[in-house]
């Protein structure tokens, strides 16, 4: 085999790969929408972490806690669809 049609070859390997990883890529990203959209059928836990820190999963996205003697603060909201629902439990 010569060098050129090896190169050739390698090229065609590389196309190949690139094409199954963005095949894949767009299957695991296409599972993880379903996946979302199913978690928000699901009810909120909230779970103790370390630090004062408290998880609450179940709302659209994980949003943790913080609670301070001053007050709590809390990061990321969830989604929309579940914003009431959220506020009842951290209430």
Known sequence: MTAE???S???SRRDVLRAVAG???LAATG???RFASAADETKLAAE???G???LVSGAGGNVVLLGTP???VQVD???AERAQELAKLIA
């Open 31 to 33: 599972s993880g929408w």
């Open 48 to 50: 103790p972490l370390r």
């Open 9 to 11: 070859v390698d090229r």
């Open 5 to 7: 049609a090896k190169s």
């Open 77 to 79: 909201s969830g989604s």
């Open 52 to 54: 004062g820190l408290t």
């Open 70 to 72: 001053d007050g709590s």
């Open 23 to 25: 095949g894949a890529l």
